[in-house]
Nanobody
């Protein structure tokens, strides 16, 4: 079983910055990518950013040039540096990992429980 734990959420004023962290633990035979999603109240979950093992990064258009995703493969940890935050980015932020628990396991997506980010003055 694979577990993910996010941290770093909290309250910040518009224009402020936060850095989220997420560490995956448990049985991880291999992984291909980790990513961050967010879900605002009454909205669907959406991709924020993702990064592969080879360092390829993908960002939602709305966060390009403001957010930076990075990954420490040795620690199975992914970070999300968020700058110039906007009130509409208030949401629960979830991380995930695309991984195989064992050599014989199929690849599947595992999710954390999320961390709340509130952007408000």
């Amino acid at each position: 079983q694979v577990q993910l734990v996010e941290s770093g959420g909290g309250s910040v004023q518009p224009g402020g910055s936060l850095t989220l962290s997420c560490t995956a633990s448990g049985s991880i035979f291999s992984s291909r990518a980790m990513g961050w999603y967010r879900q605002a109240p009454e909205k669907e979950r959406e991709l924020v950013a993702s990064v592969t093992n080879t360092g390829d990064r993908n960002y939602a258009d709305s966060v390009k040039d403001r957010f930076t995703i990075s990954r420490d493969i040795t620690k199975n940890t992914v970070y999300l540096q968020m700058n110039s935050l906007k009130p509409e980015e208030t949401a629960v932020y979830y991380c995930n990992i695309d991984a195989r628990a064992y050599s014989y396991s199929p690849t599947r997506i595992y999710w954390g429980k999320g961390t709340l980010v509130t952007v408000s003055s």
